[in-house]
């Protein structure tokens, strides 16, 4: 067929594409046994198995030189037709449940030498089915292995010189091409006014004809750019001319030969496009988007990646001329046009056929070596931009309607967005996907459609750690169960039967692989057995994060839970912190000989062992009743809030300028609360527990009642809350330094020591310990927890120097 087609040099040109590919078999981008191979050396093979195996399979695709004289073609169209169909594995699958393979179902460790992970999906990928041949007309098993080497012989010298000069028989391609139907001429064209005027009636007949002809062409080749688009093989049909000799939806759909006379001579005498055809998205428009498609399929199979951009750039302007123009009022979306052009976009932008090979449809040891290309597209910009165009064309097959036949790049479609989906799951890089600016998410092909792509790629990670593993994600369980219910194709239902194979394999390997090597760019879940120091060695794997990161990964990774996650790390931070700054002041109050000269009220013996202790029962008390609820629904308030707490640790800076609002916003909110507080009735009934000191120690920082430590509390997590709310870029990292330092600030400011290093001598605007000491030794003024600003402005300065300041 190539040849009677004038398509040899390209048959040339692929041969030496496919054989420069690297690996021990080269193989096409198809994923199966390349076609092209030199008929001597395949046929030499093929012929020195003892045992040849007739059984004619998908991923043998059949060369030209076969189609002999008395060749049985009747044969071989059964074994292809019985390729097609599902393997023995997949026939009772009238439900599409999850398929695993049996090894799986054990439930025990792999021995050595079981098949891999890619292996099992190179079997169940939907180009490789293993369905048995009819064998029609085919040597039966007894005399296979009869077949000797002087019949190989024979067979070779008798095939070998039909190579270059016979078709394939009964192709479609031949038959369009003998009937002489692939004119480039328009045919309103060949109409003329004069006869359209003399007899309306026999001349739309005519037009009817011949635009039926063109029209039927054009399906063909649209057929024909599906086929090779799925299999990333080169097309047969393509030519550019084609669509002009398509005629608009309005001459087509004329009912009567008065309206289409109308229709063509207002046409003919404008040259203007009709606004009418605008009611219904025109199949001159989807056969426009698949010569698009063809040619950034092109540029693919020829290595020239420079033309992709211009492509992009046709395809934007085909997005504003013929989809964005269209409101929904205008009618439904018959060709799924929108589908179709977020899916060829996703071809400009990323290799499938390098995606699919680091599935592994062709096995473990070609997926390794495309597993790094797959990674470092799922952290690029590029793997954002294409899991947002891989959602939105879920979401424009979704809203179909569900009695509508589908177009025949419908599956297609979505098997290409649930593959980007799954790669990018599988592959991202759990330290790098919310390190990223809003900028990133400005791309120029949706930057005018109204999509917030920030929002979609936040729902594709979900507020998880490192966001959902393949296994786990609903939506492209979503995509799956979309797929599988697409019309009545058996070509859809063998693509979702192939995905629910990949992930719930993937699933029961990430499972038993109790050693597995696990890599930080991957969303396998860790080992459930596994211990800290087993997740830590897991986490150093991964080279860019910090002692710090390695350990708040290991920590999420082993309670795989964020919530029970979220309340340890920040309420065994609140203990440890909080007691372990204690410690120093309960030693200086031990030792009055060293550090009695430093004592803020000198003339006041130091707490005895006695009211410290009840001082540490009291506020474990207050710790455990009042603070750890709150601290347990911190995280669905984060969430809530949009604080951060997956990796990587905000920078330095950030971190400086985020504990520096804080600290004068909650001194703001602290003035004003404590000030309230000394108000009688609300003294009396809240804040009277926590002046029982009136020379105040440590310990006695959170000596507080339960009310005034839920709304002192409220101060201190209110702004992280707040920030993050309007900006999205306040980590929880952040929330437990600023916490601590809020502690330690608490902590010193009632220790009852004033140091010469104390950092009131160095910051004038601090408060410090002397400053709160007078607080609880006149019971008035000085309200602030960190500054002095509030207490100045509005008088409320205690003891002597307030006096003194009153008086000046």
Same mark, same amino acid.
């Given at each position: 067929?190539?040849?009677?087609?004038?398509?040899?040099?390209?048959?040339?040109? &692929?041969?030496?594409?496919?054989?420069? /590919?690297?690996?021990?078999?080269?193989?096409?981008?198809?994923?199966?046994?390349?076609?092209?191979?030199?008929?001597?050396?395949?046929?030499?093979?093929? +012929?020195?198995?003892?045992?040849?195996?007739?059984?004619?399979?998908?991923?043998?695709?059949?060369?030209?030189?076969?189609?002999?004289?008395?060749?049985?073609?009747?044969?071989?169209?059964?074994?292809?037709?019985?390729?097609?169909?599902?393997?023995?594995?997949?026939?009772?699958?009238?439900?599409?449940?999850?398929?695993?393979?049996?090894?799986?179902?054990?439930?025990?460790?792999?021995?050595?030498?079981?098949?891999?992970?890619?292996?099992?999906?190179?079997?169940?990928?939907?180009?490789?089915? %293993? @369905?048995?041949?009819? %064998?029609?007309?085919?040597?039966?098993?007894?005399?296979?292995?009869?077949?000797?080497?002087?019949?190989?012989?024979?067979?070779?010298?008798?095939?070998?010189?039909?190579?270059?000069?016979?078709?394939?028989?009964?192709?479609?391609?031949?038959? $369009?091409?003998?009937?002489?139907?692939?004119?480039?001429? /328009?045919?309103?064209?060949?109409?003329?006014?004069?006869?359209?005027?003399?007899?309306?009636?026999?001349?739309?007949?005519?037009?009817?004809?011949?635009? %039926?002809?063109?029209?039927?062409?054009?399906?063909?080749?649209?057929?024909?750019?599906?086929?090779?688009?799925?299999?990333?093989?080169?097309?047969?049909?393509?030519?550019?001319?084609?669509?002009?000799?398509?005629?608009?939806?309005?001459?087509?759909?004329?009912?009567?030969?008065?309206?289409?006379?109308?229709?063509?001579?207002?046409?003919?005498?404008?040259?203007?496009?009709?606004?009418?055809?605008?009611?219904?998205?025109?199949?001159?428009?989807?056969? &426009?988007?698949?010569?698009?498609?063809?040619?950034?399929?092109?540029?693919?199979?020829?290595?020239?990646?420079? @033309?992709?951009?211009?492509?992009?750039?046709?395809?934007?302007?085909?997005?504003?001329?013929?989809?964005?123009?269209?409101?929904?009022?205008?009618?439904?979306?018959?060709?799924?046009?929108?589908?179709?052009?977020?899916?060829?976009?996703?071809?400009?932008?990323?290799?499938?056929?390098?995606?699919?090979?680091?599935?592994?449809?062709?096995?473990?040891?070609?997926? /390794?070596?495309?597993?790094?290309?797959?990674?470092?597209?799922?952290?690029?910009?590029?793997?954002?931009?294409?899991? $947002?165009?891989?959602?939105?064309?879920?979401?424009?097959?979704?809203?179909?309607?569900?009695?509508?036949?589908?177009?025949?790049? =419908?599956?297609?479609?979505? #098997?290409?967005?649930?593959?980007?989906?799954?790669?990018?799951?599988?592959?991202?890089?759990? =330290?790098?996907?919310?390190?990223?600016?809003?900028? &990133?998410?400005?791309?120029?092909?949706?930057?005018?459609?109204?999509?917030?792509?920030?929002?979609?790629?936040?729902?594709?990670?979900?507020?998880?750690?490192?966001?959902?593993?393949? *296994?786990?994600?609903? *939506?492209?369980?979503?995509?799956?169960?979309?797929?599988?219910?697409?019309? #009545?194709?058996?070509?859809?239902?063998?693509?979702?039967?192939? !995905?629910?194979?990949?992930? =719930?394999?993937?699933?029961?390997?990430?499972?038993?692989?109790?050693?597995?090597?696990?890599?930080?760019?991957?969303?396998? &879940?860790?080992?459930?057995?596994?211990?800290?120091?087993?997740?830590?060695?897991?986490?150093?794997?991964?080279?860019?994060?910090?002692?710090?990161?390695?350990?708040?990964?290991?920590?999420?990774?082993?309670?795989?839970?964020?919530?029970?996650?979220?309340?340890?790390?920040?309420?065994?931070?609140?203990?440890?912190?909080?007691?372990?700054?204690?410690?120093?002041?309960?030693?200086?109050?031990?030792?009055?000989?060293?550090?009695?000269?430093?004592?803020?009220?000198?003339?006041?013996?130091?707490?005895?062992?006695?009211?410290?202790?009840?001082?540490?029962?009291?506020?474990?008390?207050?710790?455990?009743? $009042?603070?750890?609820?709150?601290?347990?629904?911190?995280?669905?308030?984060?969430?809530?809030?949009?604080?951060?707490?997956? +990796?990587?640790?905000?920078?330095?800076?950030?971190?400086?300028?985020?504990?520096?609002?804080?600290?004068?916003?909650?001194?703001?909110?602290?003035?004003?609360?404590?000030?309230?507080?000394?108000?009688?009735?609300?003294?009396?009934?809240?804040?009277?527990?926590?002046?029982?000191? @009136? =020379?105040?120690?440590?310990?006695?920082?959170?000596?507080?009642?339960? !009310?005034?430590?839920?709304?002192?509390?409220?101060?201190?997590?209110?702004?992280?809350?707040?920030?993050?709310?309007?900006?999205?870029?306040?980590?929880?990292?952040?929330?437990?330094?600023?916490?601590?330092?809020?502690?330690?600030?608490?902590?010193?400011?009632?220790?009852?020591?004033?140091?010469?290093?104390?950092?009131?001598?160095?910051?004038?605007?601090?408060?410090?310990?002397?400053?709160?000491?007078?607080?609880?030794?006149?019971?008035?003024?000085?309200?602030?927890?960190?500054?002095?600003? !509030?207490?100045?402005?509005?008088?409320?300065?205690?003891?002597?120097?307030?006096?003194? *300041?009153?008086?000046?």
């Amino acid at each position: 067929m190539l040849e009677a087609n004038g398509n040899s040099s390209t048959v040339d040109k &692929a041969y030496e594409r496919v054989s420069q /590919q690297p690996g021990p078999a080269a193989s096409s981008p198809s994923g199966c046994l390349s076609s092209l191979s030199p008929p001597d050396n395949a046929l030499n093979e093929n +012929l020195q198995c003892q045992a040849y195996d007739w059984t004619l399979e998908s991923m043998t695709q059949i060369p030209t030189w076969l189609a002999t004289d008395d060749f049985d073609i009747n044969a071989l169209n059964a074994a292809i037709i019985a390729s097609t169909n599902l393997p023995a594995l997949l026939q009772n699958s009238a439900t599409m449940g999850p398929i695993s393979d049996p090894l799986l179902q054990t439930g025990e460790s792999l021995p050595n030498g079981t098949e891999k992970f890619e292996d099992i999906i190179c079997r169940h990928w939907f180009t490789h089915p %293993e @369905a048995p041949g009819t %064998e029609h007309g085919l040597p039966d098993r007894e005399s296979r292995a009869t077949v000797d080497e002087p019949y190989r012989q024979g067979l070779t010298e008798r095939l070998q010189y039909r190579v270059p000069t016979d078709p394939l028989p009964s192709t479609d391609f031949l038959w $369009v091409r003998r009937i002489r139907v692939l004119r480039s001429h /328009q045919s309103t064209c060949e109409i003329e006014r004069e006869e359209i005027e003399r007899d309306p009636e026999g001349a739309w007949t005519k037009w009817v004809a011949k635009e %039926e002809q063109r029209r039927l062409v054009a399906g063909l080749a649209i057929l024909d750019s599906e086929f090779a688009d799925l299999f990333l093989s080169e097309p047969y049909m393509r030519r550019p001319s084609l669509r002009s000799s398509i005629s608009d939806d309005e001459i087509w759909t004329a009912p009567t030969a008065a309206d289409w006379s109308r229709s063509l001579t207002r046409q003919l005498s404008s040259h203007v496009r009709s606004d009418s055809m605008a009611k219904q998205n025109s199949f001159k428009e989807y056969f &426009a988007l698949e010569e698009i498609a063809g040619s950034v399929c092109d540029a693919r199979m020829s290595d020239d990646y420079s @033309a992709l951009p211009s492509q992009q750039s046709v395809l934007e302007k085909f997005y504003c001329n013929n989809i964005t123009q269209r409101s929904s009022s205008v009618g439904p979306d018959n060709f799924c046009l929108r589908a179709l052009w977020h899916v060829t976009f996703l071809s400009s932008l990323v290799d499938y056929d390098r995606l699919e090979l680091a599935v592994g449809r062709e096995g473990h040891e070609e997926s /390794q070596r495309h597993v790094c290309y797959a990674r470092a597209w799922a952290n690029s910009r590029d793997g954002w931009r294409c899991v $947002v165009h891989a959602v939105l064309t879920f979401r424009c097959l979704e809203s179909m309607p569900i009695a509508k036949e589908p177009p025949i790049h =419908a599956p297609r479609s979505l #098997h290409r967005a649930i593959l980007v989906l799954y790669c990018y799951l599988q592959f991202k890089d759990i =330290a790098d996907h919310t390190d990223v600016t809003r900028n &990133a998410f400005d791309f120029p092909e949706l930057s005018h459609a109204g999509i917030n792509c920030e929002r979609i790629l936040a729902e594709v990670n979900g507020p998880g750690m490192w966001g959902p593993k393949p *296994m786990h994600s609903s *939506m492209l369980c979503h995509f799956i169960e979309l797929l599988r219910r697409f019309g #009545h194709w058996g070509l859809a239902r063998q693509q979702a039967a192939m !995905w629910e194979v990949v992930v =719930a394999d993937e699933g029961m390997y990430s499972s038993l692989y109790t050693n597995m090597e696990f890599n930080m760019n991957s969303t396998f &879940a860790p080992p459930a057995a596994a211990t800290y120091p087993e997740l830590y060695a897991l986490a150093s794997q991964n080279p860019k994060l910090s002692f710090l990161e390695k350990a708040w990964w290991t920590h999420y990774a082993y309670w795989d839970n964020d919530i029970i996650a979220t309340g340890i790390i920040t309420f065994l931070a609140h203990e440890i912190l909080y007691f372990a700054r204690c410690i120093p002041w309960i030693i200086a109050d031990a030792l009055p000989t060293l550090f009695h000269r430093f004592k803020i009220q000198d003339k006041k013996a130091p707490p005895s062992a006695k009211e410290q202790w009840s001082c540490v029962k009291y506020i474990l008390a207050i710790h455990f009743i $009042v603070e750890m609820p709150m601290i347990v629904l911190f995280h669905p308030m984060m969430e809530l809030f949009g604080l951060k707490y997956a +990796l990587p640790f905000p920078d330095l800076k950030t971190l400086a300028i985020q504990i520096t609002i804080f600290f004068f916003v909650e001194d703001t909110y602290h003035y004003w609360l404590h000030r309230a507080f000394h108000w009688g009735p609300l003294y009396r009934a809240i804040h009277r527990v926590h002046h029982q000191y @009136a =020379a105040p120690f440590g310990l006695t920082a959170e000596y507080a009642s339960p !009310w005034e430590t839920m709304l002192l509390g409220l101060g201190t997590i209110g702004p992280p809350l707040v920030l993050g709310y309007f900006t999205g870029e306040v980590h929880l990292m952040t929330v437990l330094a600023w916490v601590a330092l809020r502690q330690f600030q608490a902590i010193d400011a009632h220790s009852g020591y004033d140091f010469p290093w104390s950092l009131r001598r160095i910051f004038p605007l601090w408060g410090g310990s002397d400053w709160h000491d007078d607080h609880h030794r006149y019971f008035r003024g000085n309200y602030s927890s960190s500054f002095k600003h !509030w207490d100045v402005l509005m008088g409320t300065v205690a003891g002597p120097r307030g006096k003194k *300041m009153r008086q000046e």
